[in-house]
């Protein structure tokens, strides 16, 4: 009998060691839910639909650093802690000189091929430059998507999957006042989404995860169509 390999994953581990650590404390927008529930159930959407390593621990750390607050000492600490041998000062450092450390650490600590898919998923809005619309952020994900690795469309997909079942599940439990919590208007939320959709199924042959999303963006956009126009 062929021996099973060892279920434990001391990278997806150390992925969750960090996310834990840089979104503690942090809620879900307009919830009191606890921010690590979002990148650990992308975690587990992709492992349900058979996608294996490096994309659930890419998920459970593709927001850390779009999230990360650099300029937090407490943080930088607790991470040094956690993380001994990771290269990290044992003091605290000004925003910019904890970036490039933090930086160091994460291209040292985690495989490049992870690190390769959360720098892709990343936002640039916590990149030290000037702040950028919503709309001109979105677009860039969308557009940039449409020539990513298949691995990236795999993990953006499952993001926003997650992203749509939760507004669907607080609009049932709270009513359609909850998509005021973003910054965009309901029908650009929904554009969003429908647009990654689109991509996905195009770009992953139809994988089931696109069905599923695609599932969901619609049952989204029939909600947002039925609000009452806004005067």
Do not use: C
Not at 13 to 37: C, E, F, M, N, Q
Request: net charge negative.
């Amino acid at each position: 009998m062929t021996a099973m390999p060892d279920a434990f994953s001391r990278g997806f581990d150390r992925a969750l060691v960090l996310a834990a650590l840089v979104h503690a404390g942090v809620a879900r927008k307009g919830t009191v839910v606890p921010y690590i529930i979002h990148p650990v159930h992308v975690a587990a959407l992709l492992l349900r639909y058979g996608y294996g390593e490096p994309l659930p621990t890419a998920a459970v750390l593709h927001d850390v650093l779009e999230d990360i607050d650099y300029s937090d000492g407490v943080l930088q600490l607790a991470i040094r802690s956690a993380f001994p041998n990771g290269g990290l000062p044992d003091r605290i450092l000004a925003s910019d000189a904890y970036r490039r450390a933090f930086d160091g650490f994460v291209t040292a600590e985690f495989d490049r091929g992870v690190m390769s898919l959360v720098q892709g998923m990343t936002e640039p809005k916590n990149d030290g430059g000037p702040p950028r619309p919503w709309r001109e952020r979105k677009q860039h994900t969308l557009d940039h998507l449409r020539d990513a690795e298949p691995a990236l469309v795999a993990l953006k997909t499952a993001d926003a999957l997650h992203n749509v079942r939760s507004i669907l599940e607080d609009i049932e439990h709270h009513g359609a006042d909850v998509l005021n919590r973003f910054k965009a208007a309901p029908a650009d939320t929904h554009w969003y989404y429908a647009a990654i959709a689109d991509i996905a199924v195009a770009r992953l042959d139809g994988a089931p995860i696109t069905a599923e999303l695609s599932r969901a963006a619609e049952e989204l956009g029939r909600l947002v169509a039925a609000l009452p126009p806004v005067h």
